[in-house]
């Protein structure tokens, strides 16, 4: 046997390079440390799903992408979420697209009223829906995945039970959406973040807000509002993003990784633990001394959906400027919760 000039066989060396070069090329991939983002606090239930989805990232990439969860603000403010992720602040954002009203069209029409019964099947239902716009209105990042929260109501310092009552009070909604609506009942829009709500609310500057059960507890609503609306009446789209020059600079087998974690199986799977933690939020709310749980009664109901139907109309006129026609738009989105079972 032919062998090397120091001594090896030619032909174990040959066959110890054929090996090295078959070997999965995550194998040989440059480490990759993902700065994650979460503006919610450290303790809320999205966080251990996100961490979650990232440790499985990890094993799927033989530990060639790790991650670093930032809750709680730590790298930048509620409302600017999906910038940070566009310019690299964070290599991943959980984005709230209502939170900047106008920019995002299509997916505003997700947090229109009477439209998801869960949040789970929701939440594959809404990433179904809007994984093909989200490539042209989220072209600045790379879309991962869409889900919502279990459906929220309305939380006030007095009962609401018309949509006449919305008249002269001031409202935080919580999306650009909900807040077109309380403009149109003649409420006013206060504007806050989540972690600053309570404050807003404390403070009298707003007489109620739009919110889950679960977070009212979590944010500590409950210490400044007593009465609950008790109706399914909208859900907050949110949009798990990446920052392209992060994944673009991954190995082809890296990003195949990324890509198979950005999928409605995974919206759903994140988005499940979150459902559960607010809809157990009802009978923690219940079980308080000094609130009022109500329900609506079918003509109350009705009063709701006759007064809240423009809205669609009015969110029809932006998804036509964005050049997309808000009937197919609408149709799909309800199509997809038919099929997902998450619809009303």
């Not at 999205?46 to 930032?70: E, G, H, M, R, Y």
């Not at 602040?89 to 299509?106: E, M, S, T």
């Not at 219940?286 to 423009?310: N, S």
Request: a neutral charge.
């Amino acid at each position: 046997m032919k062998t090397s000039r120091i001594g090896f066989p030619a032909a174990l060396l040959a066959l110890a390079a054929a090996l090295t070069t078959a070997l999965p090329a995550h194998a040989q991939d440059k480490p990759v440390n993902l700065k994650m983002s979460s503006w919610v606090p450290a303790q809320h239930p999205l966080n251990p799903s996100l961490q979650a989805w990232a440790d499985d990232i990890k094993k799927a990439s033989n530990s060639s992408i790790t991650a670093t969860l930032f809750p709680s603000e730590q790298l930048g403010k509620a409302f600017d979420h999906y910038d940070m992720a566009r310019d690299g602040i964070a290599d991943l954002a959980y984005i709230n697209p209502g939170y900047q009203p106008g920019r995002f069209p299509i997916m505003a029409g997700a947090s229109l009223p009477f439209l998801f019964a869960n949040g789970k099947s929701g939440s594959a239902a809404i990433d179904e829906w809007y994984r093909p716009y989200a490539a042209k209105e989220m072209k600045d990042i790379k879309f991962c995945f869409a889900f919502v929260h279990d459906p929220g109501t309305f939380h006030a310092r007095k009962k609401i039970t018309l949509p006449t009552d919305i008249k002269g009070m001031k409202i935080r909604p919580a999306t650009s959406t909900i807040g077109q609506m309380v403009t149109a009942l003649g409420g006013t829009n206060v504007q806050a973040s989540a972690p600053e709500s309570r404050d807003m609310l404390e403070r009298g500057v707003a007489d109620a807000i739009t919110f889950p059960w679960g977070s009212i507890g979590l944010f500590g609503i409950d210490k400044v509002v007593s009465f609950h609306m008790d109706v399914p009446l909208y859900v907050t789209p949110f949009v798990w993003g990446m920052n392209k020059d992060k994944y673009e600079s991954m190995s082809a087998a890296q990003k195949k990784v990324i890509d198979d974690h950005c999928t409605s199986e995974w919206a759903e799977r994140v988005a499940a633990p979150w459902a559960d933690f607010e809809f157990a939020g009802h009978a923690k709310i219940a079980a308080q001394a000094g609130h009022e749980i109500y329900k609506l009664t079918p003509e109350q109901l009705d009063a709701w959906r006759k007064a809240t139907a423009p809205g669609e109309v009015q969110w029809g006129e932006a998804v036509k400027k964005a050049g997309q026609d808000p009937k197919a738009v609408m149709d799909g989105l309800k199509a997809s919760l038919a099929k997902n079972k998450a619809a009303l």
